[in-house]
């Protein structure tokens, strides 16, 4: 398949998530801001880290909405292929206008595929994303909204990011840039049922490639989400501000 064909399709799907999203009468919106670390350290050559923590949070930063923390070990198969597994952990807290019943946990294991392709002046990453995901919904018990018992699901993300320089040919250090990405979420798995279109999210940002340290980004998302009903429909506009370090703890044991 094509670059343009591909990039169709993935228009074709964000804009049937939108026009879905905006004939569901239980549509909501909520104004998040989040704030990210994504760290990718070499050890080895070939081996190395992904360390990630990110905090969520609703209504413009006032109330928790999630936490994140993502670990894994990365594998570089050469200087444009790295392969991932590892463990995420998220606490989800009852946020917004379709709030959860209460606060709940989810424990995943995830294994992904990153591809790079220089595109002349153009950055274009492919990520292949498996996760397999262990959710403790709320369920009624005692008298109150509690985690219930661990429920297995499995999902798939694809996601395809383009980042064009603009201050120099390519994105080296002290280079602005903008960057843009879309991302699609299906789940698949015996326990999904209503939803499977989980999520899309869009991206659009600013930013800065700092010597040493890596990239500092701040953009927007625009988060697309079907509640496990198949029914509610969360529409999310959210602040993004992170920075992706790329400090080769290789380097600094020498």
């Not at 670990?71 to 379709?98: D, M, Q, R, W």
């Not at 079907?226 to 969360?234: L, P, Y």
């Amino acid at each position: 398949m094509s670059m343009i064909n591909k990039i169709t399709l993935l228009f074709l799907f964000f804009l049937s998530a939108i026009t879905f999203a905006q004939t569901n009468k239980q549509t909501e919106e909520h104004y998040n801001g989040w704030l990210m670390y994504f760290g990718s350290h070499k050890l080895t050559e070939k081996w190395g880290l992904h360390l990630e923590a990110q905090i969520r949070r609703n209504d413009y930063l006032i109330h928790p909405q999630q936490l994140l923390l993502r670990g894994g070990i990365n594998y570089h198969a050469n200087s444009n292929i790295t392969l991932t597994v590892g463990y995420c952990f998220v606490e989800t807290y009852p946020y917004g206008k379709l709030p959860s019943k209460s606060t709940f946990p989810e424990d995943r294991i995830w294994e992904q595929v990153q591809i790079k392709t220089p595109l002349k002046k153009c950055e274009w990453i492919s990520r292949f994303r498996l996760e397999q995901r262990f959710v403790k919904n709320p369920i009624y018990k005692d008298d109150t909204y509690k985690p219930g018992s661990a429920v297995y699901t499995n999902r798939f993300r694809l996601l395809n990011r383009f980042s064009i320089p603009l201050n120099n040919s390519t994105i080296e250090d002290k280079t602005i840039y903008i960057s843009a990405y879309d991302e699609l979420f299906i789940n698949f798995g015996k326990n999904v049922a209503l939803n499977i279109f989980d999520q899309n999210r869009a991206y659009l940002a600013i930013g800065y490639k700092i010597p040493i340290i890596g990239r500092l980004e701040i953009g927007y998302l625009n988060q697309l989400i079907v509640k496990a009903n198949g029914i509610q429909i969360e529409n999310n506009h959210t602040v993004q501000v992170g920075i992706s370090s790329t400090i080769d703890f290789k380097k600094a044991k020498n």
